[in-house]
């Protein structure tokens, strides 16, 4: 009334820009996190298209050409032990490394996220009870729980991604119940409930909006932790399994030719470094987006 | 005040908050925040609550929002018993809503404000169209022009604007009561009037019930029809505004009352009417729970919990010296004697 | 007439952190004599709080202008040098804040806070500090002081903490103090005893006391004079008296009138004023209050407004005084 009470010809009705546009916004001014980005997007688009972008057949080698170093005439990455060309190596690597590294961190995402916020959510017993339980995952190295449930399964990608699933859910429950009992005691939510709403309706309008964006930004930052548990878990032969081609698995068949390539055998160490920092410089930038008032 | 029908009647209402200690999580002390409240709120009145922190009154207002379910006690309104069969706790929730004090923090701010406003009617199954277009009148008629203001987000406006928006949204669902937990305490003085004003209009216009919990003396005085003080959990004293303004019963209402500042530099306040912090409501004192700060208290005062009994016309006190048989008189006129 | 002994000469404050400058505090000049209280009255946003930061050298110097001088004691704020300004702060103008358990260091029990802060100070022995801090803590009418010194900030109640905030901002015998919002967090009964309590140390002390308030009320028990601030202006100065009795500035007579008081007709409507206080990062042009003005004309929207002598220490900034003056007298 007072406020407006200066006569305003009818004016356009103003629209503002949503909050994750705003997020966007900033995220796209932010130079690291758009290099980040760059870099994951190229290696991405490369292992999606590797059969068009690899210059030879990742699986055929010829032992007369067995480690060759790096730059060598049609071989620019040089070759592995068997001979095999080590770009084309790399990039079809980087299906399976992205896979298990990505994987796992979203299926931990959807599943530690419905934990936690239904524990949030609900508080008393039922928080004390699910969080006990996600506690006794938590309390186990995570290396340690990774190695073994996939031992106990055996090898193989498809244990290995659900191993390594379980080992990420703990951490996001966690982080997801700290938000989201923070979110509670919020003066919205009460209000909300004075309306008449129920539960699942409070959870769907005003606690995921609220919650998915720093459990997000908390999951990215676990996939280049994923990355490497997950190359770990090649290199001891419970991953992926040879020849297929992946990071983790490279380095460890690599590792016997150290004294003779040195750096051909550091290559794939050197992808899985360059993808987790990335994820973990887009994951900073992320936070920092998002760290605004709204 | 038009009638003197109740519309809201709660009996005994009692509230402990739990602390939890040692390995196991047990119960080691309670909080006493609402301890054996009666209260009636009348159609169409405006009830003031006034306390100092630890004295129950956001907790009271959550209880009658049924936000938090008492330990004991009940709740009827308009006669019906809240969470019968007659009256379902979300057919009662339409019908109490609640402003906060904190303007920001009672918005979603990852919704537009005709987004927060709607939320309210789209529950009760209203048509997402009907909705919208009864969010834009609201807006309109707190005096926020829809076109400039229904589509923006709680943080691009002022905290005057987002309080009109939080009224608004407690308007969506045509409830009788209102309940305003120190809802202009955060505003800004020229702000705060115009969003009183404001109150005073819609209550008119729409016929509603206000409970007003407010530290303001002064804006307490203003709106209220009835006043209510409490005090450590408890009901120290309730009646007409202007009688208990003009002649507080309770001891600790008298304190509170010339506890405000003056207004008059040449007669300014010259000693404290009361020393001391509030106790805690951790562990709150035996008896009259005032007896610890009270200026007349009496023997009796520490061994016996006064009752809320009426006193005068329409005026109810809790208070020992105001109860001829309560011992406290008899022992005051001896003691005169000696 | 001897010279004041805090003068602060149109300050200016312009924050550059953000991507506008915000010009926090306008050409504010003010005056407070020794022994004396002021208080710096206006809503959030109006300045009174960077006014008084500023006396302090407080505001981020890395992110904001200082323009303008102040003077303490006869030395210039301006001009101290690091090791002259923490010397300053403390020994000769000390600060209180509205929260003290935000101000109070958590760790360590008061009376060790107090005793490290007047060693910091002043080379006097352990036990001399311990005795000094007793004393301070009686001074601020702390029952059972001895034992209280050792309590930690968070096993006090509000009350007893903005005391004992109090009782370390004296321990270098400040001959200023400043005081922000000291007693808005805190109950109505508790609220009056610490605006006693201020009142005392000055009659006491001889302190000169600037006291930020947005609650006249407030103001009023503490102050010999009252500065009002608006958009980071003094819009109007004179004493608690003059302020309340005889308000010429459009601001301050809104001001006083939409406040719910005692002889307050129910259901009769407040004298709101209208609309909401400038952008700071925008202001317009002319007088800042102009646009919720009831008497603002076409001249009080350009140039910049003077200020105007009314009375003896009475003055304000506004070239409409005459039509106050005739709303007043009718």
């Not at chain 3, 939409?258 to 004298?271: E, Q």
């Amino acid at each position: 009334m007072a406020d407006i009470a200066i006569a305003t010809p009818p004016v356009e009705p103003v629209r503002s820009a949503g909050y994750w546009q705003n997020v966007g916004k900033r995220l796209i001014r932010d130079k690291t996190a758009m290099a980040a980005a760059a870099v994951l997007a190229l290696i991405t688009l490369a292992a999606i298209f590797a059969p068009i972008v690899a210059p030879m057949d990742p699986l055929q080698g010829r032992l007369i050409n067995r480690l060759q170093p790096i730059g060598s005439e049609g071989h620019i990455l040089g070759t592995d032990e068997l001979g095999r060309d080590m770009l084309s190596r790399l990039i079809w690597g980087g299906r399976l490394s992205l896979l298990m590294g990505v994987t796992p961190v979203v299926l931990a995402f959807f599943i530690g996220s419905a934990i936690g916020i239904i524990a949030g959510y609900a508080g008393g017993w039922t928080n004390t009870l699910i969080m006990r339980t996600v506690d006794i995952f938590y309390a186990f190295p995570s290396v340690l729980l990774a190695v073994a449930l996939s031992g106990a399964l055996g090898a193989g990608l498809g244990n290995a991604l659900l191993s390594l699933t379980v080992v990420f859910i703990p951490p996001i429950a966690r982080v997801a119940e700290s938000v989201t009992t923070r979110l509670r005691s919020s003066d919205f939510i009460e209000a909300a409930r004075a309306s008449g709403a129920g539960a699942l309706t409070i959870v769907r309008v005003h606690v995921l909006g609220n919650v998915l964006g720093p459990i997000f930004v908390y999951a990215t930052s676990l996939i280049a932790v994923s990355m490497i548990l997950a190359s770990g878990l090649s290199f001891l032969g419970l991953g992926v399994r040879p020849p297929n081609p992946e990071w983790g698995l490279m380095l460890n068949t690599l590792r016997t030719a150290i004294y003779a390539q040195p750096w051909v055998a550091a290559l794939p160490g050197a992808m899985i470094f360059l993808v987790s920092i990335s994820f973990n410089l887009l994951s900073d930038g992320l936070r920092s987006a998002m760290e605004v008032r709204q | 005040m038009s009638t003197e029908n109740a519309i809201l009647t709660v009996r005994n209402l009692r509230k402990y908050f739990p602390i939890k200690g040692g390995i196991l999580g047990k119960t080691i002390k309670n909080v006493h925040a609402v301890d054996g409240v009666d209260l009636e709120v009348f159609q169409g009145e405006t009830l003031g609550v006034v306390g100092e922190s630890g004295c129950g009154k956001s907790t009271t207002a959550r209880l009658l929002m049924q936000l938090i379910e008492p330990d004991e006690g009940a709740l009827y309104f308009e006669g019906k018993l809240v969470g019968s069969p007659e009256l379902p706790l979300k057919a009662f929730r339409r019908q109490v809503q609640m402003v906060f004090q904190d303007s920001y923090s009672s918005l979603n701010p990852r919704l537009t404000i005709e987004d927060n406003i709607a939320f309210g009617a789209r529950v009760h199954g209203t048509p997402a169209r009907e909705a919208l277009s009864r969010t834009h009148d609201l807006l309109t008629r707190v005096g926020l022009d829809p076109a400039r203001f229904a589509g923006r987000y709680p943080h691009e406006l002022s905290g005057g604007q987002r309080q009109r928006v939080n009224i608004a949204r407690a308007l969506a669902l045509r409830p009788k009561i209102i309940i305003l937990d120190e809802a202009v305490s955060a505003l800004d003085k020229s702000v705060e009037a115009q969003v009183l004003n404001l109150l005073a209009d819609l209550k008119a216009e729409f016929g509603l019930t206000y409970v007003f919990i407010s530290h303001d003396l002064n804006v307490v005085r203003f709106v209220s029809d009835r006043v209510m003080v409490m005090y450590l959990g408890k009901v120290a004293e309730i009646g007409d505004a202007e009688a208990l303004y003009a002649t507080p019963l309770h001891p600790y209402s008298g304190a509170l009352l010339s506890s405000m500042p003056s207004m008059d530099p040449d007669n300014r306040t010259m000693e404290p009417a009361l020393t001391g912090d509030p106790p805690n409501p951790i562990d709150p004192p035996t008896g009259c729970r005032f007896h610890t700060r009270c200026s007349v208290v009496g023997a009796v005062c520490s061994q016996k919990e006064p009752t809320l009994t009426q006193r005068a016309a329409k005026h109810l006190v809790a208070c020992h010296a105001h109860d001829p048989a309560s011992g406290y008189v008899a022992l005051k006129a001896k003691e005169a004697a000696e | 007439m001897t010279a004041p002994f805090l003068s602060i000469q149109n300050l200016g404050v312009t924050f550059t952190g953000g991507t506008r400058p915000v010009r926090a505090v306008n050409d504010v000049s003010l005056d407070v004599a020794e022994g004396e209280a002021v208080a710096l009255i206006g809503e959030s946003g109006s300045g009174k709080s960077v006014t008084m930061r500023a006396v302090m050298r407080l505001n981020p110097e890395n992110r904001s202008k200082l323009e303008g001088k102040i003077m303490v004691g006869g030395r210039d704020v301006m001009g101290l040098n690091t090791r002259a300004l923490s010397a300053f702060r403390g020994a000769e103008a000390a600060m209180i804040f509205q929260e003290p358990l935000l101000a109070l260091d958590p760790v360590y029990t008061l009376g060790d806070q107090i005793v490290e802060t007047i060693r910091r100070h002043e080379p006097i022995s352990k036990e001399a500090a311990r005795a000094r801090a007793l004393d301070l803590f009686d001074r601020v009418r702390i029952p059972s002081a001895k034992s209280r010194l050792d309590n930690y900030p968070h096993e006090m109640s509000g009350g007893m903490r903005q005391r004992a905030m109090i009782a370390l901002a004296l321990s270098c015998r400040p001959k200023l103090l400043l005081a922000d919002e000291p007693t808005t967090a805190l109950d109505a009964t508790v609220q009056i005893q610490v605006l006693l309590l201020l009142r005392e140390l000055q009659r006491d002390l001889g302190l000169s006391i600037i006291f930020v308030t947005h609650d006249i009320g407030a103001a009023v028990e503490v102050a010999d004079r009252i500065a009002v601030m608006y958009a980071g202006q003094i819009v109007e100065q004179a004493t608690a008296r003059d302020l309340i009795r005889t308000p010429r500035h459009p601001y301050t007579l809104g001001l006083l009138k939409s406040r719910a008081h005692d002889a307050m007709v129910k259901g009769s409507k407040l004298d709101a004023i209208p609309g909401a206080p400038p952008d700071l990062a925008n202001l317009p042009e002319g007088c800042p209050f102009a646009p919720r003005c009831f008497l603002a004309d076409a001249g009080c929207r350009t140039g910049s407004i003077g200020i105007a002598q009314i009375s003896e220490g009475h003055q304000a900034r506004c070239r409409r005084l005459d039509q106050t003056a005739l709303r007043d007298a009718g």
